[in-house]
């Protein structure tokens, strides 16, 4: 199979031309004004697929023989990656599978079906991306379907990769710096393969969810390694191994990589979705949430950050409110031993609450004897240094707390 190259991105792109969308570059007041630099966000949100994922999938289909195509087509996919195959097949008219994990959104998969129609069967297995990709290639050797990978192939990547080429017509010139996000490493392969080909001064970073950090595990490592843990929040980036094309691919293109924790891109899901009206999925916040932060930016440099998908669940907005809460120190958790009397928890919303303070969540977790019995509560302050005051007063009631720890094992069960 011929490697990535950047002729064989604008081979790509030129296959692409009139089949995907040529999305927006809108400039960002909000992320402008946040790091003095001018950023512009891609809006591969506003593909048909609401991701850029199509561009690889088309791009991969359009090259089978007839003889493979006849066999029809099989992916894994957190959700995006299907939505891409599920449109290309429709198009191509080709027959295909797409095996999604159960962590992948409901939303997601009804928009796998809808783009599919009856060209799309899809499959639900296992609990991560990984595991679908397992089911994928038993699917195929027990078919003969031919694998779509989601990055893992030089067709995708290249398909990807034609993301770079529209930001550079688009902007009229190489931008100082692109952000883009990473799950197994497909979008940042390929757009960093065309980049250093054609822009080699254009400063590149890949942008990792804390939880599923698989492209900064692969670099150190040499190889792709499996994350022992993986978190699904992200799930449109939870990969377990980087990609064994991609991984070489990035390393080449000397791209620098930072990871986010969730809460973080939750906050930026939240500005994106107030202050700018775009519906962001968390994999789709995930670069721009490092501007200003992790990505440092220095005053007027043009930056170009992927907004890589928008497929969002609305019914996930409160989990999203949440984290985005506890990661700004804004929303604080406790078990309280209250003494089983009335007046207990009327003297500790008198004595211990502030003026600004609110209680929003209150259940009792056991009574295990007749004299004290525990609760949970969940405390929102205006400020996150209201905290320590909360916490002086707490201490000074006599009452015994137990303050749960984001990133403690109890604290878990909370989110």
Known sequence: MPPVTAASVEEAARRLDGVVARTPLH???????????????KREDLQAVRSYKVR????????????????GVVCASAGNHGQGVAAACRQLGVRGRVVVPRTTPRQKRERIA???????????????????????????????????PAFDDPR?????????????????????VVVVPVGGGGLLAGMGTWLR???PGTRLVGVEPAGAASMAAALAAG???????????????????????????????????????????????????????????????LASSALGRQVLLEPG?????????????????????ERSLVHEGLKHYFLVQFAQEPGALRR??????????????????????????PALIGVEVARPEDLSPLLGRMAETGLDVERLEPGSPAFQYLL
Do not use: W
């Not at 009792?364 to 004290?372: A, D, F, G, L, P």
């Open 197 to 199: 080909e054609r822009h």
């Open 27 to 41: 400039r960002s007041e909000r992320l402008s004004q946040r790091t003095g630099a001018q950023v512009h966000l």
């Open 223 to 285: 190889r792709p390694v499996p994350l022992v843990d993986v978190d699904t929040f992200v799930d449109g980036a939870a990969v377990r191994t980087a990609g064994h094309v991609t991984t070489p691919l990035v390393q080449a293109a000397g791209a620098g990589l930072v990871a986010v924790p969730e809460g973080q891109i939750c906050t930026e899901m939240l500005a994106l979705y107030q202050t700018d009206g775009i519906i962001a999925e968390p994999a789709g916040a």
């Open 348 to 373: 500790f919303l008198d004595e211990v609450l502030g003026p600004d303070d609110d209680i929003t969540r209150f259940e009792y977790v056991k009574r295990n004897s007749r004299e004290t019995g």
């Open 56 to 71: 690889g999938a088309y791009n991969l289909l359009a090259q089978l023989a007839p003889e493979e195509l006849a066999r």
């Open 156 to 176: 995708t990547v290249a398909g990807q990769g034609t993301v770079a080429c529209e930001v550079v017509e688009q902007l009229g010139r190489a931008p100082d």
């Open 301 to 321: 440099q043009d930056v170009v950050c992927v907004l890589s998908g928008g497929n969002n669940d609305v019914s996930r907005y409160a989990d999203v409110l």
């Open 114 to 148: 809808a783009l599919g129609g009856s060209s799309v069967e899809v499959v639900v297995v296992g609990d991560v991306y990984d595991d679908a990709v397992t089911a994928t290639r038993e699917e195929a050797e027990r078919s003969g379907a031919v694998v779509v």
